[in-house]
């Protein structure tokens, strides 16, 4: 059996709220043999359980195989802005503790992985991502920083996870075969774009946007939807319930990328570097991405024109468009 | 009196991290401080914000209520722009808070309360072996999660996503809902409630909601005892747990579930009888927190909260919250007395406000809502508007969004200027119910349901738990 440790800091809860979504997750986790010695919510002992088990584990009396963090460290007022309950001092150094003896440290969330919404603007609570502060290496624990088995902080990243992010990386990991990509995250929800898989694909090919926002064009040029940047397999793995972001119809803020939480300009507006939507993909020449616009926009299918700026499909395929409404 | 003093924490089946001190008086809890030990900082991160923004960053607030936040802020937003919300609208906005709400209320009483049943402290009880159905991990527990994870995943089709939608915005919906997705919804809607029906009910729902007095309580009770329910209040009349908690402030609400300007649930405040309420009335006091500020007590539309991890005398980061300058109540409970629900009624009059009190009011409230979702459903238009197209410029101005979540009234306060947020005050239900001490020494409602809680040895019995889990608790919220 392998134990496991979660506990929550700088952070809204809304992960452990999305794990539970996870399908037949007690079930999987029993299959991967794991014990949960503490979770917040899905498993907690009496609540004067809590210290001697933690004092156990300090102890070396019960391994810490896997210590899920939920929550940016907070280092305001020496730490004081995230007081322990039940005794004296401040989580953030619990949190470096038991960092130091875990085989494997879990950061779920944004918050945790790189400071995320907890350490939006000013950042008051001082938030900080375990090993790094928004895009630098680093954070709390320290750029150096290798847990008992040798690895990174493992970053799970998501505002909030997608469940099977995490129920994956759990398997993966027990399978010894979870590779990390360059934030530290499990490459196998990374090495996509939000975008694949986007419905509206076909209005962003032909750069047909939406003039609304409830509007069934891409959000691209005029909501600040960030998708053909963004990573992450959200429109291919879909939301517990069939969803997505782009299928609610509203703009991908890249939640998985370090410093989203600070994008420079409102989240819902594109901005714009002479004329041009500053969201475009990142690996593709700009020279290039206007040409192809221009023939694009000219090339429309009138039912892709129209469309985009409805709210419902007026044209379907195989369907001149008569007028709009 | 610190050596006699007992500190309780972290507690587990509560949302977030939690602290209780008790003081003896001879052999019960004599006084009781509640701590809410975090502190992120919210209100200050949104401000110089552009106005939007509040709809991704509010949500943040809180993973567990994330759409009341969404629609607290919404509606704040709306009241400085001159757009109108379509029908279409209003109900998928209804219908979401619901199923957040109901999602919240069934998760409270598997995931949270009934386990509590299984403490070692319970363990001579000859209800024990009975009740090991609420165990964490059994059969009914796991059907109970699959349940919420069903009706969570209607947010899908609905809102893309939950926590942390972008649906919905002052003009209303980012989407439609076309009539093949309605009829998906109904269909997973059915399964809910056909779990409801079974697992919690046993047929019995109706029957429930009609009950008249406690007397038909205890029959009803005798009659479902196979069900959960059934089981869940012959054990909490056998125990007395309908004067376990008892606290006897007044009890507040926003109302909730508006609709053409009509709430399913009204609002007001019950002091032995319903009182109109007024936002102004609202105050918050600082005198207990670690939040350096004015010492009067001030609006939330004038707050202000700023930092101040080592001041003397403060023991949470949580501000007072007071109406009229008294402590108030919020949630289920309180959303079910005001609206004048007859067993409610009938519960407030014979038992007060307890423990068993609060827990039946979020059953009740469920019972409610499943017939309203339906109909919601049932109502939407596939063919017609779900978005108002207008200007989407939020004007500067003052503006507050109030709505019921599912832990009770939650209030965002903003000020717009110059097309910056300048000032955003949010106002959870938690902040209501585990409000410290305001300068006037008035304890907040859980510090005064523990009070008389009997002490072995300086140390509660397995009670304190039910106590404070009869609030539902959700301290991420509370101070944001």
Redesign the interface.
Known sequence: MANLLWL???????????L??Q?R??ERLETLGINLL???????????S?WPLIDQILEGSVALDMLCIEGSA?L???G????????NGH?AGLLRQLSGLAQEVLAIGSCTAFGG??A??????G?VGLQYDNGRLGGFLGGDFRTQSGRPVINIAG??IHPGWLADSLSLLSQGNLVLDEWARPAFYTEGLVHHGCPRNEFYEYKASAP???DLGCLMENFGCKATQARGDCNIR??????????????C?NCTAPGF?NPGH????TPKVAGLPSTLPTDMPKAWFVALSALAKAATPERVRVNATS??ILVPPNKRAESKK | MSQTQTILGPFGRIEGDLEIRLEPRENQVGAAFVTAPMFRGFETMLEGRAPLDALVIAPRVCGICSVAQSLAARSALAGLTDLRLPRNAERVFNLMQAIENTSDLLSHFYLYLAPELQRQGYKDRKWFAQAKRFALGTEPYKKAVAARNGLLGMLAPLAGKWPHSLSMLPGGLTKTIGASERAGLLDHLGEFEAFVSAQVFGGGLQAFINLKNTAQLADWALEYQHTDLGLFIQIGLEEGWERLGLIKTPLLSYGAYFEAGFPLFAGGVWKNQVEAFDWNQITEDLASSWLDGPFEPLSPAQGVTRLDAEREGAYSYAKAPRYQGQVVSVGPWARQVIDGQPLARALNQTWGSGVLSRVLARWIELGRLLPQMRQWLEQIEPDQPFYHSGNLMIKDGQSFGLIEAARGSLGHFLEIEGGRITRYQILAPTSWNFSPRDQTGQPGPAEQALVGLPLFKGKPGPELGLVIRSFDPCMQCQVH
């Open positions: 929550q800091s700088g952070g809204c809860g809304g992960c452990s709220q999305a539970l979504l399908p997750l007690l503490w979770h917040p919510v899905l498993a907690p002992k009496e609540e004067d809590f907070l305001a007022s020496g004081l802005v995230h007081r322990l309950s039940g005794r989580m919404m907890s939006l603007g000013a950042n008051p609570a938030a505002c909030a609304e926002p409830n879909l939301w517990p319930g069939g969803g997505s972001c782009l299928r609610g119809g509203f703009s803020i939480q409102p989240f819902l507006e709210p419902k």
